[in-house]
């Protein structure tokens, strides 16, 4: 009769287990990193968007409320005393407070030129919204 003693043979774990899920936790942090870090540009980039929108209306809206002093319109009471086709120079600033433009601002100019008989405009409008800004430039003759 043999011995049971001599019959055990030593087995060794030769698994591959514990390498692979190491490998894979790793793998899976270095995912998550870049998700959320793909995920704070994409946030970033588009509040900047909604800033560069916002800055383009507020200095479409700063051109248009030169125009109006430009072309005053009919019947209105805040032109009815002001002088038609008035262009000015100096930089005009207006901050809206208007849902969609609130803390964003215009600073609109007018570039009045003379030939002959004709005057021309140029009216430029900058809108800026946290720090972005848009221009808008409108020419026009009178």
């Known amino acids: 009769m043999r011995s049971g ?3 055990v043979k030593k087995v060794y774990q030769t698994g591959i287990g514990l390498p692979a899920a190491i490998f894979v936790i790793t793998l899976m942090a270095i995912i998550a990193v870049a998700v959320n870090q793909l995920l ?6 588009f509040e900047e968007e909604i800033n560069l929108t916002r800055a383009f209306y507020a200095a479409e809206s700063g051109a248009g409320i030169a125009m109006n002093t430009v072309f005053p319109p009919d019947l209105h009471p805040t032109y009815a005393n002001a002088n038609p086709r ?11 407070i208007a849902d969609g433009l ?3 601002s215009a ?3 007018c570039t009045p030129v003379t030939i002959g008989t004709v005057t021309y405009a140029t009216i430029e409008s900058k809108g800026l919204c946290a720090d972005v ?3 808008v430039q409108v020419r026009t003759v009178y």
């Open 5 to 7: 003693a001599a019959d």
């Open 86 to 96: 008035e262009c000015i120079a100096t930089d005009r600033v207006y901050t809206f």
């Open 40 to 45: 704070s540009q994409n946030a970033q980039t």
């Open 107 to 109: 600073t609109v100019s």
């Open 133 to 135: 800004e848009r221009t």
């Open 102 to 104: 609130n803390q964003c």
